[in-house]
């Protein structure tokens, strides 16, 4: 059973940054995509970013250029680099890796990001 653990978020100042991390363990198969979603209150989850085992990145509007993903294929772990925090990131942060050829998704247990002065 595939398991992911997450590093600890916390709270930060607008303008600051964060790290977080995810480290995958337990695949029978493999890890390809994996990616960082997040939930603020009252609203859906939505995906921030991805990468695949290639090293292709995807983002969503609202943090290119302020976030950065990446990750070590050699330790199946993830990271997400976040700059430039604005308080419309606080939101609790979901790690999720794809494992192939069966295409099962897996999540992480979540982490909260709270930007605030």
């Known amino acids: 059973q595939v398991q992911l653990v997450e590093s600890v978020g916390g709270l930060v100042q607008p303008g600051g940054s964060l790290r977080l991390s995810c480290a995958a363990s337990?695949?029978?198969?493999?890890?390809?995509?994996m990616a960082w979603y997040r939930q603020a209150p009252g609203k859906q989850r939505e995906l921030v970013a991805a990468?695949?085992?290639?090293?292709?990145?995807s983002y969503a509007y609202s943090v290119k250029g302020r976030f950065t993903i990446s990750r070590d294929n050699a330790k199946n772990t993830v990271y997400l680099q976040m700059n430039s925090l604005k308080p419309e990131d606080t939101a609790v942060y979901y790690c999720?890796?794809?494992?192939?050829?069966?295409?099962?998704?897996?999540w992480g247990q979540g982490t909260q990001v709270t930007v605030s002065s």
């Open positions: 337990g695949s029978a198969f493999g890890i390809d995509t």
């Open positions: 999720n890796a794809v494992e192939v050829p069966v295409l099962a998704h897996h």
């Open positions: 990468i695949t085992s290639g090293g292709s990145t």
